[in-house]
Structure formats: C-alpha cells, structure tokens
C-alpha cells in the first residue's frame, strides 16, 4: 500500500507490481501522490481474496493523484475472486485523478468473481474520481465485467474522463446472469474538446437491463471539435 505518502521520480519510470491476499487490493494508494514527470507510470495489480470482498486489482481512494507531463499512464487491474462482491479490476474514488498533459492514459480492468456475486466492474470510476488527458494524450479504457449476477459492469463513469486534444476510446464487456451487466454504464461527464469520441460496449447475457451503452442521468457524452462514435 501507499498510503499517505508522496513518490516523485523526478523524470525517471515508475513501476508497481502488486497482488492482494487477505487485505483485498493488490495495489491500494489512498491520499498519495506519484509524480513521474516526463517518464512512465506502470501499475499491475491483482486483487486478494478477503472474505468480506473488495478485493480490487488497483484501488486509488481519498485525494490521490498519479500524473505525468510526457510519459503514458498504464494500468492493468484484475479483481480477486471471493464472495461476496467488488471484486473489481480499477477503481478510481473520492477525489482522487489520473492526469497526464501529453502522455496517453490506458486504463485495463478486468473484473472477477464467483458467479453468485454482484459489482465485479472492470473499470470504476466512482464519485468525483477522475482521468484527465490536458494535451495531446490519449484516453482508453478496456474494461471487463466479472463473473456474477448482477451489476458486472465493463466499464463504469460517474466521475469524469476529460481530455483536451486527445481521443478517447472506451470498450467495455459486460457479464453476468442476471440485470444491469452493462458493457459501458455512464452517470458522470465524458468530454474531448479537439479529439474523438469512440464507445463500444457489449452487455452481459442476463435477464434485464443488459445494455452495450447506458447513458442515465445526469450523464454526458460531449466533444466540442471531434466526432463521437457509438
């Protein structure tokens, strides 16, 4: 865990490797900061396998911030597989933002399960979470629902995803048997100003509410200058 702490490369890559075990996240950084300047930030992580769940591949909470000026943001969660739920790949909360000003962001969750759970989402971003491209850099997400019942969502916004001159590009698979695996659900603001916009989701094999795209309110998809693709 980073829990509090500041990390700044001064330039130079960074790379964290982590997996959970009964504590939950394998990369948890709560009210911290990673800074990296111009060089890369890697992050791999693989959710635990807690009995109470939560067992999320890569959990950024409080008011953190990982941010780049040059280099790409990448991170690859898997959640873990333990009963009962949020056995999530990413999640992004509270206030915390991953931003980069010319580097790309690509965000991989894949989210898990034991097939009688709930809210195994690939990718989370939650609350007042969010990825923010402020240049040229990209955005892309590829997220995948976990295996459970209900709300295994590919990939879920109810923060932002923002980009200035930057494309962003989300593609979500949603699974699970019963309602509201969505293969892309968005409740919060997704926006380019200069870039396009491209969303491709598939929704889960259940009983209802299984939409590829769910835009609910309050949410927007917007691009000032791009295309949007849907």
């Known amino acids: 865990s980073i829990v509090g702490s500041t990390i700044d490369t001064n330039g130079g890559n960074f790379l964290g490797n982590g997996e959970g075990s009964v504590f939950g996240p394998g990369i948890n950084v709560n009210n911290s900061t990673i800074n990296a300047g ?95 491209s ?17 709300n295994n969502q590919g990939i879920s916004i109810n923060g932002n995803v923002l980009s200035v001159n930057g494309d962003i590009t989300l593609t979500g698979t949603g699974n699970g048997s019963g309602d509201n695996n969505t293969g892309i659900t968005i409740a919060g603001t997704v926006q380019s100003t200069g870039g396009k916009l491209t969303l491709n989701g598939v929704g889960g094999n259940g009983n209802n509410f299984n939409e590829g795209i769910n835009i609910n309110f309050p949410g927007k998809v917007l691009s000032l200058n791009g295309d949007i693709n849907l």
């Open 134 to 150: 402020t240049g040229t850099g990209s955005i892309t997400f590829i997220g995948t629902g976990g295996n459970g019942i209900d």
């Open 38 to 132: 111009g060089g890369k930030i890697d992050l791999n992580g693989i959710g635990g396998n807690a009995t109470g769940g939560n067992n999320v591949g890569i959990f950024i909470s409080g008011a953190s911030t990982l941010q780049t000026t040059g280099g790409n943001i990448t991170l690859n969660g898997t959640g873990g597989t333990k009963f009962p739920s949020f056995n999530e790949g990413i999640v992004v909360t509270g206030t915390s933002k991953v931003t980069s000003a010319n580097g790309n962001i690509a965000l991989t969750g894949i989210g898990k399960g034991t097939g009688n759970d709930d809210d195994n989402n690939g990718i989370n971003i939650n609350s007042t979470g969010a990825v923010e």
